[in-house]
């Protein structure tokens, strides 16, 4: 085991006294830049190095590093993004890949950690009663075109959304390291995606994260969902924190 994951000296992470959320497959960081806004410090682990990942960052297996961390009973809050292909509408392409299904052992492992967690996965994974957010609930888009990107969130707290879904503008998506434009209308005036516009800096407008590449903003989650999510976890931690005094 890394000495960067020992209970002595995970405390070098700690740069203020607010709660530590533990973000497991962490990307590029679009989840913990919305739980750090809610109020957490974060620590992020992802098996691949994540050179943009704007808090700290361990490299590792995510279940592996996770246990050690969830041990030293430092860690306040739990959120997980297990990888989603096994679960989204890409496993039925022909050449498709076999991909670990790890919502399961997750939700195992957090739940006999006990304490407050969030699951994120797409829709079609096999989540528990989870809300979805969309980005219409948070107003998130650009040029009159909204970001919908469907999440669902799984939690051991009652979760609520911010309201409904309001698909009512043509759809800006972000995928497979492109910005596409999903509305026909537009594709039949211009036969282009957003001509005379730069793809990243709409792609980043859109998502609310604008220090990530092209390839990491088609994986990542809006900081707006794990904002929301995050001070929903962090109501619960201040409740039974005031319950204990």
Not at 17 to 33: I, K, N
Not at 86 to 105: G, I, N, R, T
Not at 184 to 198: E, L, N
């Amino acid at each position: 085991m890394s000495d960067r994951i020992q209970p002595a000296s995970l405390h070098a992470y700690r740069e203020s006294p607010r709660p530590f959320l533990l973000d497991l497959f962490c990307g590029a960081g679009g989840a913990a830049m919305g739980y750090a806004n809610a109020g957490f410090d974060v620590i992020g682990v992802d098996i691949k190095r994540q050179p943009r990942y704007p808090f700290p960052f361990i490299q590792g297996d995510a279940m592996e590093v996770g246990r050690a961390l969830l041990a030293t009973g430092r860690i306040d809050a739990v959120h997980a993004s297990p990888p989603c292909q096994a679960y989204s509408d890409m496993k039925h392409m022909p050449d498709a890949k076999q991909h670990p299904e790890l919502v399961e052992p997750v939700r195992e492992m957090l739940q006999e950690w006990g304490g407050p967690y969030a699951i994120e996965n797409v829709e079609g994974a096999p989540l528990l009663d989870p809300i979805t957010l969309c980005g219409s609930m948070f107003d998130l888009g650009v040029l009159g075109f909204q970001l919908r990107r469907h999440r669902l969130f799984e939690s051991n707290v009652a979760l609520l959304p911010p309201r409904d879904c309001a698909h009512r503008q043509p759809t800006i998506g972000i995928y497979g390291g492109h910005v596409r434009c999903r509305s026909k209308k537009f594709w039949r005036d211009t036969a282009a995606d957003f001509p005379g516009y730069d793809k990243p800096t709409l792609a980043c407008a859109a998502m609310g994260a604008g220090w990530m590449t092209m390839g990491e903003l088609s994986e990542a989650i809006p900081p707006a969902y794990t904002q929301h999510v995050g001070a929903q976890l962090l109501a619960v931690i201040e409740s039974e924190a005031t319950d204990a005094a």
